[in-house]
């Protein structure tokens, strides 16, 4: 069965930088759409980034600039490095594969 599992969070002072790991399982990695999604206390789950398998980008407005997604189709894993964190930033990360598999979250904490 598909598995991701994503790793990395923790705490972090505003302007600092952390960078998530998606290990992924079961699926086509190499040919796979990946997306972190994010969702803070109280509020819905939102979209962050994705990478297709050819490598190519997108950003939601909010991290434009400041979070860069990858990937390492050797490995199964993709990653989201985010620099500048603020407070905002603070929520469950998840990872997403083609639309339809997820991952079981990873905290991510930005105060000082």
């Known amino acids: 069965q598909v598995q991701l599992v994503e790793s990395g969070g923790g705490l972090v002072q505003p302007g600092g930088s952390l960078r998530l790991s998606c290990a992924a399982s079961?699926?086509?990695?190499?040919?796979?759409?990946m997306a972190w999604y994010r969702q803070a206390p109280g509020k819905e789950r939102e979209w962050v980034a994705q990478?297709?398998?050819?490598?190519?980008?997108k950003y939601a407005v909010p991290v434009k600039g400041r979070f860069a997604i990858s990937r390492d189709n050797a490995k199964n894993t993709v990653y989201l490095q985010m620099n500048s964190l603020k407070p905002e930033d603070t929520a469950v990360y998840y990872c997403?594969?083609?639309?339809?598999?997820w991952g079981q979250g990873t905290q991510v904490t930005v105060s000082s």
């Open positions: 997403r594969a083609q639309y339809t598999y």
């Open positions: 990478i297709t398998g050819g490598g190519a980008t």
């Open positions: 079961g699926i086509a990695f190499s040919r796979a759409i």
